[in-house]
């Protein structure tokens, strides 16, 4: 039987935009209390607003660069007792940056999609996990990808930091053995969200073009799974969850009408 969420308290990376954001809507819905993070500080503040009015969620939201260490553990060490208690932590924060061969990257692109996809990740993880031990009570779930399933031509750097995503949380859930602490790697395929239109620093023609023909994913299906996955008895631990379209057969193969 599921369990209830409600006075659950979720922490959220990347809350601003697309599948974090969803994952913030999805889990007030069940009356959890988020603590929200991102960069854009004035967005987590819309989104907290409108939480409050439709769910009277308690929300906190905080501005946070998952590519600083030092921001991390200030952040985590200093939150009020009210929220202090993490029983989901969210690892979603990530990004794509280009989509050329190798050869023809810019190399400050592979920096912050691993200082964020990949160490991002870790320091959360690593600064809220003892808690979670000590509370004997948890759920890490990490966002991966398709893409972490098999490299594809001009995603080489990013297939390989979701690739990363997927071992760490295999490996994460090998050292917590004998802990109730469960880990979870959501993997999605195509999901419309801002994601195309970062990875193409803002070419819209370009961003449209990966969903074109075909029907992707929402980011409110993958909140969606991520309140299933967490919703199960403590017993059962859904290790990794691969979700794509139904235009989508892998991470390069899309049926396109028209
Ligand atoms: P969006 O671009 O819509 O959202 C990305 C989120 O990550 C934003 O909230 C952004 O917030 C945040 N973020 C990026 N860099 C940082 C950083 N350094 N510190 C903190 N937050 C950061 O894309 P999606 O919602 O699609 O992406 C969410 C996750 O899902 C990513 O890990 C992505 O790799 C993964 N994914 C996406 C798929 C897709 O097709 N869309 C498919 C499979 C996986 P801000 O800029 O305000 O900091
Ligand atoms: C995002 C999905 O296939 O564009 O992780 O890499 S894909």
Do not use: Q
């Given at each position: 039987m599921a369990i209830k969420l409600k006075d659950k308290t979720v922490f959220i990376t990347g809350a601003s935009s697309g599948i974090g954001k969803a994952c913030a809507e999805a889990f007030a819905a069940k009356g959890c209390r988020l603590l929200l993070t991102a960069r854009r500080g004035e967005r987590l503040e819309a989104l907290a607003l409108k939480l409050r009015e439709k769910y009277n969620t308690h929300c906190l939201v905080a501005e946070l660069d998952v590519q600083k260490k030092k921001a991390i553990d200030a952040l985590v060490s200093s939150i009020p007792p009210a929220y202090a208690d993490i029983d989901i932590l969210v690892n979603n924060a990530g990004l794509a940056l280009g989509k050329s061969p190798l050869h023809e990257n810019n190399p400050k692109h592979w920096d912050a999609m691993f200082q964020t996809n990949v160490m991002g990740l870790l320091h959360v993880t690593h600064a809220v996990l003892p808690a979670m031990i000590e509370r004997g009570k948890g759920h890490v779930i990490n966002i991966g990808s398709v893409a972490g399933r098999g490299a594809y031509a001009g995603g080489t750097v990013y297939c390989a930091s979701k690739s990363a995503v997927k071992s760490i949380s295999e490996g994460l859930k090998h050292d917590l053995l004998g802990t109730p602490i469960r880990v979870t790697c959501i993997e999605p395929g195509?999901?419309?969200?801002e994601f195309s239109t970062v990875r193409f620093e803002g070419d819209a023609d370009k961003a449209s073009s990966v969903y074109a023909g075909a029907t992707p994913l929402t980011a409110m299906d993958i909140a969606e799974s991520l309140v299933f996955v967490a919703s199960r008895p403590l017993h059962v631990n859904i290790s990794d969850m691969l979700i794509l379209a139904t235009d989508q057969s892998d991470a390069t193969t899309v049926h396109r009408r028209g």
């Open positions: 195509m999901v419309e969200t």
